[in-house]
């Protein structure tokens, strides 16, 4: 029987687009206020027909092994059975920012 290995679909605001990425790896990371994405999930290279925006994304996380991204930038993060097309896509609204604790985390004495 195979070892089911979770994937998670990450969708997060950047510079005025919407990235949709798809990856195996997802922490709540050390620096406070980021998660931690790594394990990048991509369709084959074999293809014929290659999607502009997916190739974009590919381009961008290029020997990237582990990926910061702010909670505030995070809009929705989904466990699902199979991956699809990562895709940029221009935000076409405002998007609000998670709200976050003010002054930072809490340090116990």
């Known amino acids: 029987m195979a070892a089911?290995?979770?994937?998670?679909?990450?969708?997060?605001h950047q510079q005025n687009e919407v990235w949709e990425l798809y990856a195996r790896e997802l922490y709540q990371s050390d620096l406070w206020g980021f998660i931690e994405?790594?394990?990048?999930?991509f369709?084959?290279?074999?293809?014929?027909v290659i999607d502009p925006t997916t190739d974009k994304l590919r381009h961008s996380f290029e020997g990237v092994q582990r990926s910061f991204i702010p909670l505030n930038?995070?809009?929705?993060?989904?466990?699902v059975e199979r991956e699809g097309t990562p895709r940029a896509v221009r935000s076409t609204g405002k998007i609000a920012p998670f709200p976050m604790p003010p002054g930072g985390p809490r340090q116990d004495d």
């Open 4 to 12: 089911t290995t979770t994937l998670y679909r990450i969708l997060f």
């Open 37 to 41: 994405v790594g394990d990048f999930v």
């Open 43 to 48: 369709a084959d290279r074999s293809k014929v």
């Open 73 to 79: 930038m995070v809009l929705r993060i989904d466990e």
